[in-house]
């Protein structure tokens, strides 16, 4: 039997933080209730499309999925195994953010099937949070971490975030410290990124992209001092607390298995894994993408089009073979263990080295690639770098067969 994994988009939060670019929207209790309406009513109308599938993941994501009552989660989560095969050992998360469960919710979520959960820290210090626009501090997180474990939870991922506004390589340690004492399954570290129509990239923007060009900071490039405004980490800075997370998470145990997640052994995350490895997804909710036999699409963002039923698809799109196999190597390169080269000739029928010898030769002599018989990964050096080595893999041009 296929394959299948579920993305649930819950587009709600309690607050919209100041560098989110995600949809989602604070919204009262009647609006998110008649969407939960809707969800379920999408549910099953899609599952006659997904008779022949096993679900091995579903994934709870938003916005805030636990700003919802427990009873509507409960109810997504029956429409689910109502109208879908779940597997039996079927990974089940839900992303979590402090202020928005307590001990009686997450009780719930683990009697309705939920076993992994995803908790949006990004950091603990308390000033950092405010500048994110959070609306918890480290203690509202402590509580809900334990609340957590006190629930039954084996298996809790950790977000963190670095090159936040004021924060330094000694403040972002204290974060990555406190976050491994808790011993956490999973831990996944991002780097802030100033996205355009946020608060941050009017505030942050300029600075973004004088950094982007000079390495230094605002301050170190205009000689200013003593501004109010808390500044960008330079360049230097900002590679001091990427190298810190490697060092601390594998001192402690976690191996790195994707560009931004470390897990303990058995703990990766399987559902972003079959993102990477462009297995079979379909997403319900507003705004949610979907992978099925090649074929792209998503819903439309219009939550009002949504409350009346609009189920209908948007950007419909059946990959070619070229945007295929581009996928295949930009994606599939994210993880340390790279892309193989048995799979690509088995979904392309064509060898990789007849499609892209002339790049794996190029990023191999620059040290970005590792060009073995069975497969391809990023170096170190490659990681560093890697939007740049996966840029390469863009085809021009028709695919040379025979």
């Known amino acids: 039997m296929k394959k299948l994994s579920v993305y649930v988009h819950i587009p709600f939060c309690v607050k919209k933080c100041d560098y989110c670019d995600f949809l989602s ?33 579903v994934f709870f994501g938003g916005g805030t999925p636990s700003v919802l009552k427990k009873e509507d989660t409960a109810r997504i989560m029956s429409a689910l195994r ?3 095969k779940i597997a039996e050992t079927a990974e089940i998360t839900s992303e979590v953010n402090p202020k928005t469960a307590d001990d009686n919710k997450l009780k719930a979520y683990r009697e309705m099937g939920i076993n992994r959960l995803s908790i949006g820290l990004q950091s603990a210090d308390d000033k950092e949070l405010k500048t994110l626009g959070r609306v918890h501090n480290y203690s509202d997180f402590l509580e809900v971490y334990k609340a957590a474990r006190k629930a039954g939870f084996q298996n809790i991922n950790i977000d963190i975030m670095s090159a936040l506004p004021g924060q330094t390589p000694e403040s972002y340690r204290k974060t990555v410290e406190r976050v491994l004492k808790l011993q956490p399954e999973h831990i996944s570290a991002y780097s802030l ?18 950094r982007k060009k000079s390495g230094k900071s605002c301050i170190e490039e205009n000689g200013k001092q003593g501004s109010e405004m808390l500044h960008l980490p330079d360049e ?6 990427y190298m810190l997370t490697g060092e601390l998470l594998e001192n402690y145990g976690y191996h790195r298995y994707e560009i931004s997640n470390y897990a303990k052994e058995n703990y ?41 039923g609009d189920f209908e698809k948007e950007e419909v799109d059946t990959l070619t073979e070229k945007e295929s196999m581009e996928e295949f190597m930009f994606l599939g390169l994210r993880l340390m263990c790279g892309v193989s080269k048995e799979q690509f000739l088995m979904q392309f029928g064509i060898p990789m080295e007849q499609v892209y010898d002339d790049v794996l030769n190029k990023m191999e002599k620059q040290g970005l690639l590792v060009n073995g018989n069975e497969r391809v990964c990023l170096t170190g050096k490659g990681l560093d770098i890697s939007n740049y080595v996966m840029a390469q893999f863009l085809l021009d041009g028709e695919i040379a067969v025979g």
């Open 25 to 57: 929207a604070p919204a009262d209790e009647n609006t998110k209730t008649e969407y939960v309406d809707r969800l379920l009513e999408e549910i099953e109308k899609e599952a006659e499309n997904y008779r022949d599938y096993m679900v091995v993941s």
């Open 82 to 84: 109502e109208h879908y």
């Open 236 to 241: 230097e800075e900002e590679r001091e607390m």
């Open 268 to 308: 990766e995350c399987r559902h972003n894994k079959a993102y990477w490895e462009r297995q079979d997804y379909v997403g319900f909710g507003i705004g949610a993408a979907s992978l099925v036999q090649n074929v792209r699409f998503q819903n439309k963002r219009d939550i009002k089009g949504y409350l009346s």
């Open 193 to 210: 990124i100033i996205e355009e129509g946020t608060p941050f990239y009017s505030r942050y923007g300029e600075e973004d992209e004088l």
